[in-house]
């Protein structure tokens, strides 16, 4: 190859590497060695023949290099929109009800979740709370749960019966979801006058009740299969609703298993024990304060493991 050629080969190779650079700094992700290419492109040149084939392979695969960062940074635009579309749909806060502490919790994986949590008015003093878990995670499971929300808020309307809802929410949802997506959810009606909770479960986690007067933790887990596991029968079949009592000084600990299945850099599962742990040592203190302790410990333990699913926290104190 003459020195021109070779000349003219370089340049053109430090072009384009320059300009996919630029393109894939946008990605904050990505980034290309220059130096060390230049350093390798100079020991190899004297082993290229066909100068013409090389130019036009190169330009070829820098074309479709550059299409191709084009195309993820708009899909990393659109995953913006989502997220704050999501945003909107998740609330930002509790409803300050009389007699109740009341603190949210909810941090995505990826830039878009699974996950849901929600506060339904349905009458003067019954409220409904729910958390919801899509089985996958990121754009699919976010689209699933807008979904999810949007029916439970319509079926929840002056309805104080959560088996009912639920029932009716596996109706319209488990027809249209693919195979081998699921939901599960736990529905609660919170009467603000007797303090009475009314609870259906889809599969779900068993909801943490600490007793104030006993000073105990106990699993609430009403029996009921996930939507989307067998037909709209089979799901009637398995669903149960339970009601019960809360005094003062009770909490009740809703989440998603993102919390218990966290793991560390060793494959270990931070694990509903610890969970229960910091709520029976910390049960004089805020329903924020508990969970900013539960998040601190999760954050701690899991080190420098990225996060693995999403994390939802509901809890709920009794004044």
Request: glycine content about 6%.
């Amino acid at each position: 190859m003459t020195w021109q050629n070779s000349n003219k080969l370089y340049r053109n190779l430090i072009r384009n590497l320059n300009e996919t650079n630029v393109l894939l700094e946008k990605l904050e992700d990505f980034n290309i060695d220059l130096d060390n290419i230049k350093r390798l492109f100079r020991e190899d040149l004297d082993g290229i023949k066909d100068f013409d084939s090389i130019l036009d392979n190169m330009n070829t695969f820098f074309k479709v290099l550059k299409k191709v960062i084009n195309e993820r940074e708009q899909l990393k635009s659109e995953l913006k929109i989502a997220e704050q579309i999501q945003e909107t749909l998740i609330p930002d806060e509790a409803p300050e009800i009389e007699g109740f502490d009341i603190y949210p919790y909810f941090k995505a994986a990826r830039v878009v979740s699974g996950d849901y949590y929600d506060f339904i008015p349905i009458s003067n003093n019954l409220m409904g709370l729910t958390i919801a878990d899509v089985s996958g995670k990121g754009l699919p499971g976010s689209l699933v749960m807008s979904m999810v929300r949007s029916v439970l808020r319509f079926e929840s309307r002056q309805n104080p019966f959560p088996s009912m809802v639920l029932r009716e929410v596996c109706k319209v949802i488990a027809q249209d979801l693919r195979p081998g997506i699921f939901i599960t959810m736990v529905y609660a009606i919170l009467n603000t006058v007797s303090k009475s909770i009314s609870m259906v479960s889809a599969g779900h986690n068993p909801v943490l009740l600490y007793r104030s007067s006993e000073e105990e933790i106990m699993e609430i887990k009403p029996k009921g299969v996930g939507i989307g596991i067998g037909d709209e029968k089979f799901f009637e079949k398995h669903l149960f609703e339970e009601k019960f009592f809360l005094q003062s000084g009770d909490i009740l600990f809703f989440y998603t298993d993102g919390l218990n299945e966290a793991m560390n850099e060793k494959d270990e599962e931070f694990g509903l024990e610890k969970v229960k742990d910091i709520i029976l040592q910390n049960a004089e203190k805020s329903s924020k304060k508990i969970i900013e302790l539960i998040t601190e410990q999760v954050d701690k333990f899991r080190g420098d493991a990225p996060q693995n699913d999403d994390i939802t926290l509901l809890c709920l104190k009794t004044k």
